[in-house]
């Protein structure tokens, strides 16, 4: 008689620090069969484990249609996705906890498929395709997360990053700025009257399907 092998969870863990590559390395990392995402180290909400957890999601979608279960999300992480309007519209992944749609607030952050944006964002020339943008403003921190599941002969890494250095010109602001390919990542801490400063580069195993997932936080 044939034995069925039940396939064991990976777990996940993330934690509540801002690190970009230790964010990286960790939602970035090779896909399992089935993952587990514990949430229960991170006290507060986080708006880039939020981006983050999202954008891994996606990428499952694309590889044998792997839904991501979290768990142990604290009520303060709660509170956070339930003040994200149309975070029900994030695919590939399940929230194994009850979180009740909020009457009469005003929202913190917006969750939008990059199919229905109305393509006025910053960025949205270089975002096209399936995929997400994810914005808003958290503890007097501004956050624009955008992902999309795009073919790299699309690209054009130098534009996005002259957009960049545009950005930062005109706006005067200090933050980080990270964008991440199937293949690199490049970090850039924003700075005033700066119009670029020093990028960080890291070359990538190729493990991903072609995406482009960037972060700005100012």
Not at 11 to 25: K, T
Request: hydrophobic share 35%; charged share 25%.
């Amino acid at each position: 008689m044939a034995k069925t092998l039940l396939t064991q969870p990976s777990i996940f863990e993330p934690y509540g620090h801002s690190d970009l590559y230790a964010l990286d390395n960790l939602y970035f990392s090779p896909l399992k069969e089935k993952e587990v995402w514990d949430f229960s180290r991170i006290r507060e909400f986080s708006p880039l484990n939020l981006g983050f957890i999202f954008a891994r999601a996606e990428l499952g979608l694309r590889n044998g249609n792997l839904e991501i279960e979290t768990s142990g999300l604290s009520p303060n992480f709660k509170k956070g996705i339930c003040l994200t309007q149309g975070w029900e519209d994030a695919p590939g992944i399940r929230f194994d906890a009850f979180l009740p749609q909020v009457m009469g607030s005003e929202y913190n952050f917006f969750y939008k498929r990059l199919e229905e944006e109305d393509r006025h964002s910053i960025f949205s020339e270089f975002f096209e395709g399936e995929g997400f943008s994810l914005q808003g403003k958290w503890k007097d921190r501004n956050f624009l997360l955008l992902f999309s599941r795009s073919n790299s002969k699309d690209r054009n890494l130098p534009s996005i990053l002259k957009k960049v250095s545009e950005f930062n010109s005109e706006n005067q602001v200090r933050g980080n700025f990270f964008l991440r390919t199937e293949k690199q990542s490049y970090l850039n801490f924003l700075k005033p009257k700066e119009s670029f400063g020093p990028l960080f580069l890291q070359e990538k195993k190729l493990e991903q399907d072609p995406f482009l997932f960037l972060s700005l936080d100012y």
